[in-house]
């Protein structure tokens, strides 16, 4: 079973960074690098979006939503079993929960996520 944690919230100025990790621990059936990685976020009363996506793999392969495209960056270590947002130019509209989720053959693992706090 695959344990996730996150890291690196908290609070941040409008046009500040934040630059989370989402280590992942415990036992893959198979490489970790064969999982993929997103980071999704929510704000209470709503669903939860996704942030951005990096495919299995070495992360040549990312997504992001509209909102990230320009400003997020999400990565990868395989050796560090980590997968990284790095997140600049922060709005208040981007305080919420992220978490990051892996799947690994139709099998997502969540989790416990971290609050993002972005003041005026």
């Known amino acids: 079973q695959l344990q996730l944690v996150e890291s690196g919230g908290g609070m941040a100025q409008t046009g500040g960074s934040l630059s989370l990790s989402c280590v992942a621990s415990?036992?893959?059936?198979?490489?970790?690098?064969?999982?993929?990685g997103s980071w999704y976020r929510q704000v209470p009363g709503k669903e939860r979006v996704l942030v951005a996506f990096i495919a299995s793999g070495s992360g040549g392969l990312t997504e992001y939503a509209d909102f990230a495209q320009g400003r997020f960056t999400i990565s990868r270590d395989n050796g560090q079993k980590t997968i990284y947002l790095q997140m600049n130019g922060l709005s208040v509209e981007d305080t919420a929960v992220y978490y990051c989720k892996v799947s690994l053959r139709a099998k997502d693992y969540w989790g416990q996520g971290t609050q993002v706090t972005v003041s005026p």
């Open positions: 415990g036992y893959v059936h198979g490489a970790y690098s064969a999982c993929s």
